[in-house]
């Protein structure tokens, strides 16, 4: 972890633009230590497992493909909009950016549960029927 905090000091005293053209090596060592992070969190005595085996990630899990669908948008948007109409909002020192961020991260969670439960679960469901009556004919 304090590898990956290094590297995102750097990225941040770089900047993401020039990060990325000027030194794009970093998203591979960013793959590889989070791979790391992940194979020791996995490999971690069972007395933690119920740190990471909960509800609530639970239902992350579920929603985490309307979450990765919706999340760039609503990002793009709400920021946009704040760029041209309250440009002091964007400022990360500011309690109205954290307010912001917080609301941007529940209408995402909320529009994640409507999508999964509206267009994914009914797709999951046809495949499982469709594949059912497959190999029952």
Wanted: aromatic fraction near 12%.
């Amino acid at each position: 972890l304090f590898a990956l905090a290094l590297m995102c000091q750097e990225v941040a005293r770089l900047g993401i633009v020039a990060a990325q053209l000027n030194w794009h090596v970093h998203n591979a060592i960013d793959g590889a230590l989070w791979a790391a992070v992940i194979f020791l969190l996995l490999h971690a005595p069972l007395r933690l497992l119920r740190i990471w085996v909960n509800p609530v990630f639970d239902t992350v899990g579920v929603l985490s493909y309307s979450i990765y669908l919706i999340h760039a948008p609503a990002l793009i948007f709400t920021f946009r909009y704040l760029r041209r109409h309250e440009p002091a909002w964007l400022n990360p020192e500011s309690m109205q950016f954290w307010l912001v961020s917080a609301a941007v991260l529940g209408g995402t969670l909320v529009l994640s549960m409507l999508t999964y439960s509206l267009v994914e679960r009914p797709f999951l469901n046809l495949k499982k029927y469709l594949a059912k009556r497959r190999t029952s004919s």
